[in-house]
T-cell receptor
Framework: GAVVSQHPSRVICKSGTSVKIECRSL??????MFWYRQFPKQSLMLMAT?????????EQGVEKDKFLINHASLTLSTLTVTSAHPEDSSFYIC???????????FGAGTRLSVL | QQQVKQSPQSLIVQKGGISIINCAYE??????FPWYQQFPGKGPALLIA?????SEKKEGRFTISFNKSAKQFSLHIMDSQPGDSATYFC?????????????FGAGTRLFVKA
């Protein structure tokens, strides 16, 4: 069964609105979750590392005020795309890593389309 | 030193044939090498993985071959089926002082002809 639950799977929004994406770890508590962005026909690009109870760590070039990450519990991380614009349209995927064996699992992804 | 080079970029195989995808890494600190399968519009799914203490791992039709000295590993899909048509990503992972890190290959788009 699924290890990671990600919602919504698809969202279409108007330019200037904010969109929240949820990522839940179903099978275990995750002190760390990861958020990726994937452009068509490209590999996964790490955006940020979400740390439970503390601030997220963003990769170079990722605007932390644009992509707000909240990791309020050991099973839930959220990514909010603030004031979305068409260039933010992409496929966003969250990921969790098992503590014991460092195995990485991914959510089903969220297709964001900003009109 | 953090790159993972994956080839080929795309691959067309006849049904029943063997699909082979290759990856090479540089940093010997990597200690976990997974392969992910991704269908269009879906997240990557863990397919099979290997750690550097073994040279081969087989799960059903999928086999990873690992060459530690050459810093290379490959995915073999035996008896390839049209349902295997997807994008495959290799990856290399490790845990260092900064935490868990994964580097992904660029991906290989596999098409299996019926």
């Amino acid at each position: 069964g699924a290890v990671v639950s990600q919602h919504p799977s698809r969202v279409i929004c108007k330019s200037g609105t904010s969109v929240k994406i949820e990522c839940r770890s179903l099978d275990f508590q995750a002190t760390t979750m990861f958020w990726y962005r994937q452009f068509p026909k490209q590999s996964l690009m790490l955006m940020a590392t979400s740390n439970e109870g503390s601030k997220a760590t963003y990769e170079q070039g990722v605007e932390k005020d644009k992509f707000l990450i909240n990791h309020a519990s050991l099973t839930l991380s959220t990514l909010t795309v603030t004031s979305a614009h068409p260039e933010d349209s992409s496929f966003y995927i969250c990921s969790v890593v098992t503590i014991a064996k460092n195995i990485q699992y991914f959510g089903a992804g969220t297709r964001l389309s900003v009109l | 030193q953090q790159q993972v080079k994956q080839s080929p970029q795309s691959l067309i195989v006849q049904k029943g044939g063997i699909s082979i995808i290759n990856c090479a890494y540089e940093n010997t600190a990597f200690d976990y090498f997974p392969w992910y399968q991704q269908f269009p519009g879906k997240g990557p799914a863990l397919l099979i993985a290997i750690r550097p203490d073994v040279s081969e791992k087989k799960e059903g039709r999928f086999t990873i071959s690992f060459n530690k000295s050459a810093k290379q590993f490959s995915l073999h899909i035996m008896d390839s089926q049209p349902g295997d048509s997807a994008t495959y990503f290799c990856a290399a992972s490790m845990v260092d002082t900064g935490g868990f890190k994964t580097i992904f290959g660029a991906g290989t788009r596999l098409f299996v002809k019926a």
